[in-house]
């Protein structure tokens, strides 16, 4: 659609009905806009929507459960309510409005109750339980709930990241590694997966790792020559690797290395182009080191 506006309130009932709809479409959650549209555009004239209000309602509910707008949340369930009496897709949001209320228990149960009788949409449920793990800061049952979940869907990309990060949460690092490996197999190009193992690598440390960590960080930057994250972190890996100085040494440097001299160019362009906040003293104190 394209649309460029700052103030969504403005805009048509024709421009804010395409708008939502391309968001469905396209699986984006813009949940606050999404209020503004309902409540100052759409909202006021349900009927002209005829059977796309359906849709559009539950869209809005979804969103409204995102801001903790539980008055709206609560008049599209009623609406959907009554229109689709036991629907499985209002089951769904009921549970998520539990969720939203921290009624963990009740949204549980029906989670448990919708996978069975809604298989179809089985990882959608799965997806929702291991929240609820991890809203309750039970990290353990999140990586059994993640890790059956996978024995089903092994391709699911957002599991094994999800399970990485868990894993890297419990510093146990050698499984957060192995899930990004999973990973890999079906991302060979993914410059953030590169740069997590990465990190990873350089963080277990020795000389092994520290070779490995190097590889993935120069893999990482081939697709993203921009990436500061991986520029700096290469510099640090080879200063390990080297057995030089290390970070923050007040030793005078020559001439600063290669992967440095990168991190020194990104910044300076972020600044010339006004994306970034004043680095000056950081490039100042980069070029210091060598």
């Known amino acids: 659609m394209g649309l460029n506006v700052t103030d969504y309130k403005s805009l048509s009932f024709y421009d804010a009905r395409h ?35 359906w849709p559009i309602l539950e869209q809005v509910c979804v969103a409204a459960l995102d801001c ?18 036991g629907s499985n897709r209002v089951r769904r949001l009921q549970a998520m409005q539990l969720e939203s ?24 449920y799965e997806k929702r339980l291991i929240a609820i793990a991890k809203s309750k800061g039970n990290t353990e049952e999140a990586i059994s709930l993640i890790g059956e979940h996978l024995k089903t869907y092994l391709n699911d990309v957002e599991a094994w990241l999800e399970l990485s990060e868990l894993y890297f949460g419990e510093k146990d690092l050698l499984k957060g590694i192995h899930c990004l490996e999973e990973l890999m197999l079906s991302h060979p ?23 490995a960590a190097k590889k993935y960080f120069q893999h990482s930057l ?12 290469l510099y640090l890996t080879e200063q390990q690797l080297a057995g030089g100085k290390q ?22 362009k972020a600044q010339q182009h006004g994306n970034a906040p004043n680095h000056v003293p950081i490039i100042e104190a980069l070029a210091t080191l060598g």
């Open 68 to 85: 903790s707008r539980q008055d709206v949340a609560v008049l599209c369930i009623q609406q959907l309510s009554e229109k689709f009496k």
């Open 222 to 233: 081939e697709s993203n020559p921009n990436d500061l994250r991986s520029s700096l972190g």
């Open 247 to 268: 970070p923050g040494s007040k030793t005078p440097a020559s001439e600063p290395s290669d992967a440095l001299q990168k991190c020194i160019i990104i910044l300076e």
């Open 101 to 124: 209320l921290g009624k963990w228990q009740e949204a549980q149960k029906m989670y448990e109750i919708l996978r069975v009788e809604d298989d179809k949409n089985t990882p959608l």
């Open 189 to 211: 190009h993914n410059p953030v997966y590169f740069r997590r193992l990465a990190e990873a690598r350089y963080t277990l440390g020795g000389n092994d790792n520290l070779v």
């Open 19 to 53: 708008l939502l709809r391309e968001w469905r479409t396209k699986h984006t959650r813009e949940s606050e806009v999404t209020l503004e549209v309902w409540e100052n555009v759409l909202g006021r004239s349900q009927s002209s929507l005829d059977d796309e209000l």
